[in-house]
């Protein structure tokens, strides 16, 4: 199904997948577990969340001068920085290196900002053969997928299936045990490592003081990428900076505690600049692309400017009701669950995505789960409002919203709909609840049971009681 199709429509396709579902839900379960058992331990979880807020809070405050401290860094460093409006620019940067260094083969580590651009697409349109070396991406690269979870993305694939994909990639006598088929992928990945052109790698972190990238990553491929090919290219959205690395000792406690449980991340990697004369290793030349694309448009910005304060660690899809059902896939942009139905539609703007603010239950568990406090549920109910203002809005919800507000504005009108919608449900309520999948009454009663009107509303009882305790 079209990316471009409705969110439910490939909302409904997610549901009929069971597999899909039980995954989502095991691993999501898994994820969350941990990290309330890790951040019960750790203590004063509370307080963690507080400083990573002002940190954050402060530093796209202040963006442009921490922007520009962090580049002046890395050009002392011998980096080359390019400041990219939008992904045109970014993969046209892309594409001068890639001819001026006339390579064939690039190796990846994870970077949900070269998704966003579509870089392997591009490179490939190049003719250059892209590797993705996080297990994960590697994974969902041979099934011609896209991640369905920032941090897991291939959190819908089964043993089974990975053990094809890895046997369609030149794996034999493989068998579904984790072991041997890590093992194939290691020895596979690192043949590519050594022959790679170019190494291309996110950035969790830029630190402003010193021009430094900061990696996260459980199996340490950031590093090889990094060091082992001649260039390394680093992609990093505008806002990935932080002003010093005291803070960045607050962030590697609330990253891996948030994504996956993990009291400390694998491997932190450091990279500050391309390789020394007195380095035993490390990339030649290095080139940093940060990346703007639609993030500048949500500065200063009262209703939207702190989405900018995401660290990408996942924890919202974790708890959502609505992805806990239907996975990362459904919702059709690079960055899936509550973070990616607020940001995908202020990245990309028009019409695309628009549907997607829907996509949620308002609940705020994304909230109580996010590291720096982002309130996405209340910049969805925004992004809701601004979609009606702009639009008008759809024609039966505003039609029920119309509805709604004649009948609640007079208590005469409100009582007379209670006692029409009493007769109307006669026929269809059965031992208080309602069964029958009528209308847009479908949507819920196809899953589960809408309660029945009773006999008599609050009010009419309270009448009730008020003239019977005169005559007593």
């Not at 509550?338 to 628009?354: D, K």
Request: contains cysteine.
């Amino acid at each position: 199904m079209s990316a471009h199709s409705s969110v439910r429509d490939r909302a409904k396709l997610a549901l009929r997948d069971d597999f899909l579902r039980g995954a989502v839900h095991f691993t999501t379960d898994r994820l969350r577990n941990r990290k309330q058992a890790v951040t019960e331990d750790f203590g004063n979880w509370e307080a963690w969340r507080d400083r990573g807020e002002a940190i954050r809070r402060h530093t796209i405050e202040n963006l442009d001068y921490y922007l520009g401290q962090f580049a002046d860094n890395l050009e002392r460093l011998g980096a080359h920085v390019h400041f990219c409006a939008d992904a045109r620019e970014a993969l046209a940067v892309v594409t001068d290196i890639v001819r001026a260094k006339s390579a064939r083969r690039v190796v990846k580590s994870k970077s949900m900002v070269t998704e966003e651009v579509h870089l392997n697409h591009h490179l490939e349109a190049l003719g250059v053969e892209v590797i993705e070396t996080d297990l994960g991406e590697y994974i969902v690269q041979l099934a011609g997928e896209t991640p369905s979870h920032i941090i897991i993305p291939a959190i819908h694939k089964t043993r089974e299936q990975i053990q094809a994909l890895f046997e369609a990639d030149g794996g034999q006598n493989l068998t579904t045990e984790t072991r041997d088929l890590v093992a194939f992928a290691r020895q596979r990945l690192r043949e590519m490592y050594l022959t790679a052109d170019i190494g291309i790698t996110g950035c969790n972190f830029g630190i402003a003081e010193t021009g430094s990238i900061a990696l996260f990553t459980n199996e340490g491929n950031a590093d090889l990428v990094a060091n082992l090919p001649k260039t390394h290219i680093v992609f990093m959205g505008m806002e990935r900076v932080l002003p010093t690395l005291e803070d960045l000792e607050v962030f590697a406690h609330l990253l891996p505690k948030s994504a996956t449980g993990q009291n400390t991340i694998t491997y932190l990697s450091m990279v500050t600049g391309p390789r020394r004369d007195r380095d035993a290793d490390g990339a030649e030349e290095m080139h940093v692309i940060i990346l703007d694309n639609g993030r500048s448009r949500q500065l200063g910005d009262p209703d939207f400017q702190a989405v900018l304060h995401c660290i990408r660690c996942g924890a919202c899809l974790n708890v959502c009701p609505v992805y806990r059902q239907i996975g990362g896939h459904a919702y059709g942009s690079v960055y899936p669950g509550p973070i990616g139905a607020v940001l995908s539609p202020l990245l990309e703007g028009g019409e695309a995505y628009q549907d997607l603010p829907y996509a949620s239950s308002l609940c705020g568990a994304c909230y109580e789960a996010c590291p720096v406090k982002i309130p996405l549920h209340d910049m969805l109910v925004k992004e809701r409002q601004r979609f009606v203002a702009n639009t008008g809005g759809k024609t039966g919800e505003k039609a029920a919203f119309t509805a709604y507000a004649v009948t609640f504005a007079d208590h005469r009108r409100y009582l007379g709909a209670i006692r029409v919608a009493r007769r109307l449900q006669g026929g269809f309520a059965r031992d208080g609840v309602i069964r029958a999948k009528i209308g847009p009454l479908a949507g819920w009663t196809e899953r589960r049971d809408f309660p029945a009107l009773g006999s008599q509303t609050f009010r009419e009882w309270w009448m009730t009681r008020k003239r019977g305790t005169r005559r007593g």
